[in-house]
């Protein structure tokens, strides 16, 4: 990929940009690393990125590892990859392995590792560079209850742009999750439905730097709550909804405009836009003050804090537990990324292995993942064990 600008798109949380009025204009939260974000998996791809108490799977992960202690087979891994941006430029993607092993009947340990490429870029000087993100992350999680859970995560980040005769150097973190899930049911009639909540904080951590320390960037802390409830019509045929809202809790970066207003500077003073950022102590905020200051420090006050959640919902059709179509829909509001998309997907579940595809339809022209299709194959460990156990 010889498009450098594309590539400092992607990794606008390390550079200057105009921050504008956020009452009627643009004004994202910013934040380094952002392939964290990304949801990995095809299944809750095609849920419209839902996934904080939907039924447990290998790729709980992400979503709430507090998950795993209700999952029915012994272990599972799974293998997801995931195009970026497919539709301009070739060789940006995410690739991610998922696995997890249960502890006698209450325990779990899982973990997971995620390289994101991109691609090649040609620098001045015609040299290649090969800038990557990789994350990499192991989790225990108990069941508490016959119907709750919970689960803690710690997580290793590095993020090397490949510019260091730049100045930019090769950034390093370490972040954690703690989670919770509830898992019950409710009788609907003659039918019982199962219900569930999960909650899970993710990335909790140091902020990651790109020279040498000089100035630092957020990890994308992330809020995630969810409800599910499944439907069983009979023995055969299921179905499940569910919802997910989001809530970065990262700081919301002062605006561009505040510092006119305050300062009575130039509209092209850009220069000392970031002095003053750096004078009102945004770049100084250590990460846990941060997640505080997250709820209620954006420009526009509570109106614009609501603005920062995003929301998902999705359906999921089971037939026999072997057969699944999903499809859903993600938000989120226009000044904070506008980033609105409908997903379908569909699944094939076998004693051994599944797999699972999702695509994305965007109704926004600013979703990288437009037209994109994701592919999940999953392995079952308890499966493949029954199937070696016949042969013999």
Same mark, same amino acid.
């Given at each position: 990929?010889?498009?450098n600008?594309?590539?400092?798109a992607l990794?606008?949380?390390?550079?200057?940009?105009?921050?504008?009025?956020?009452?009627?204009?643009?004004?994202?939260?910013?934040?380094?690393?952002?392939?964290?974000?990304?949801?990995? #998996?095809?299944?809750?791809?095609?849920?419209?990125?839902? &996934?904080?108490?939907t039924?447990?799977?290998?790729n709980?992960?992400?979503?709430?590892?507090?998950?795993?202690?209700?999952?029915?087979?012994?272990?599972g891994?799974?293998?997801?990859y995931?195009?970026?941006?497919?539709?301009?430029?070739?060789?940006?993607?995410?690739?991610?392995?998922?696995?997890?092993?249960?502890?006698?009947?209450?325990?779990?340990?899982?973990?997971s590792?995620?390289?994101?490429?991109?691609?090649?870029?040609?620098?001045e000087?015609d040299?290649?560079?090969?800038?990557?993100?990789?994350?990499?992350?192991?989790?225990?999680?108990?069941?508490?209850?016959?119907?709750?859970?919970?689960?803690?995560?710690?997580?290793?980040?590095?993020? #090397?742009l490949?510019?260091?005769?730049?100045?930019?150097?090769?950034?390093n973190?370490?972040?954690?999750?703690?989670?919770?899930?509830?898992?019950?049911?409710?009788?609907?009639?003659?039918?019982?439905?199962?219900?569930?909540?999960?909650?899970?904080?993710?990335?909790?951590?140091?902020?990651?730097?790109y020279?040498?320390?000089n100035?630092?960037e957020?990890?994308?802390?992330?809020?995630?709550?969810?409800?599910?409830?499944l439907?069983?019509?009979?023995?055969?045929?299921?179905?499940?909804?569910?919802?997910d809202?989001?809530?970065?809790?990262?700081?919301?970066?002062?605006?561009?405009?505040?510092?006119?207003?305050?300062?009575?500077?130039?509209?092209?003073?850009?220069?000392?836009?970031?002095?003053?950022?750096?004078?009102?102590?945004?770049?100084?905020?250590?990460?846990?003050?941060?997640?505080?200051?997250?709820?209620?420090?954006?420009?526009?006050?509570f109106?614009?804090?609501?603005?920062?959640?995003?929301?998902?919902? &999705?359906?999921?059709?089971?037939?026999?537990?072997?057969?699944?179509i999903?499809?859903?829909?993600?938000?989120?509001h226009?000044?904070?990324?506008?980033?609105?998309?409908?997903?379908?997907?569909?699944?094939?579940?076998?004693?051994?292995?599944?797999?699972?595809?999702?695509?994305?339809?965007s109704?926004?022209?600013?979703?990288?993942?437009?037209?994109?299709?994701?592919?999940?194959?999953?392995?079952?460990?308890?499966?493949?064990?029954d199937?070696?156990?016949?042969?013999?």
């Amino acid at each position: 990929m010889k498009k450098n600008l594309l590539i400092f798109a992607l990794l606008f949380s390390i550079l200057d940009a105009k921050a504008q009025d956020v009452k009627n204009q643009l004004n994202p939260v910013y934040f380094g690393v952002t392939s964290l974000a990304i949801a990995p #998996d095809a299944r809750a791809g095609g849920l419209g990125d839902v &996934g904080a108490a939907t039924d447990p799977d290998v790729n709980s992960q992400f979503w709430n590892p507090a998950k795993y202690p209700f999952c029915i087979s012994r272990a599972g891994i799974s293998l997801n990859y995931t195009p970026w941006l497919r539709r301009l430029v070739q060789g940006i993607d995410l690739a991610n392995i998922t696995g997890y092993y249960r502890l006698g009947e209450y325990n779990a340990l899982s973990a997971s590792l995620r390289y994101f490429s991109l691609g090649e870029v040609i620098a001045e000087g015609d040299f290649t560079v090969k800038p990557y993100e990789l994350a990499f992350d192991i989790a225990y999680s108990r069941m508490l209850s016959e119907t709750f859970s919970a689960g803690v995560a710690l997580r290793y980040i590095r993020s #090397d742009l490949g510019w260091k005769d730049s100045g930019i150097t090769p950034g390093n973190a370490f972040s954690a999750d703690i989670s919770i899930y509830h898992n019950g049911y409710l009788n609907l009639g003659s039918r019982e439905c199962q219900l569930g909540w999960g909650l899970n904080i993710s990335n909790i951590g140091s902020k990651i730097s790109y020279d040498e320390g000089n100035t630092s960037e957020f990890l994308p802390t992330n809020l995630r709550l969810g409800l599910s409830f499944l439907i069983p019509f009979d023995e055969y045929n299921t179905l499940t909804i569910a919802a997910d809202a989001n809530k970065l809790l990262v700081p919301t970066r002062p605006t561009f405009e505040q510092y006119i207003e305050q300062t009575g500077a130039s509209e092209k003073d850009y220069s000392g836009y970031r002095a003053w950022l750096e004078g009102e102590g945004y770049y100084n905020v250590s990460s846990i003050t941060g997640i505080f200051k997250s709820f209620s420090d954006a420009p526009g006050g509570f109106k614009e804090e609501l603005q920062e959640i995003q929301l998902s919902a &999705g359906l999921e059709y089971s037939y026999n537990n072997q057969f699944f179509i999903r499809g859903g829909y993600h938000y989120e509001h226009p000044n904070k990324g506008n980033r609105k998309y409908f997903t379908v997907g569909a699944g094939f579940k076998m004693s051994v292995f599944a797999i699972d595809a999702g695509y994305v339809i965007s109704t926004a022209q600013s979703n990288p993942l437009d037209q994109t299709l994701r592919l999940s194959l999953s392995f079952d460990m308890d499966g493949i064990q029954d199937l070696l156990g016949k042969r013999r």
